[in-house]
């Protein structure tokens, strides 16, 4: 069992938590506020074109409400300086 499984409470749990953790540290280096990027993912994938998916990688993301993306660029940079 690896050490992420023991956490995560299974190997399967594992792999999905390393899912979960890359996806969100591709975020963070794309200057990203996870939070704001996972939000709008979530509530934009059931409408979504599978054919258009890879408009939704954190390195090709645009939020559908500016307003929102410029308060999310505001917040990381005073997080991570």
Known sequence: MIAAAR????????????????????VKL???????????VVARLA???VRR???????NWQPLDAARAAASA??????FP
């Open 30 to 40: 794309n200057g990203l506020n996870p939070q704001h990027y996972l939000a709008d």
């Open 53 to 59: 998916i890879a408009e939704l990688l954190p390195w």
């Open 74 to 79: 505001g917040l990381l940079a005073e997080r």
């Open 47 to 49: 409408d979504h074109p």
């Open 7 to 26: 956490f995560a409470g299974s190997d399967d749990g594992g792999r999905r938590a390393a899912v979960i953790y890359s996806l969100i540290e591709s």
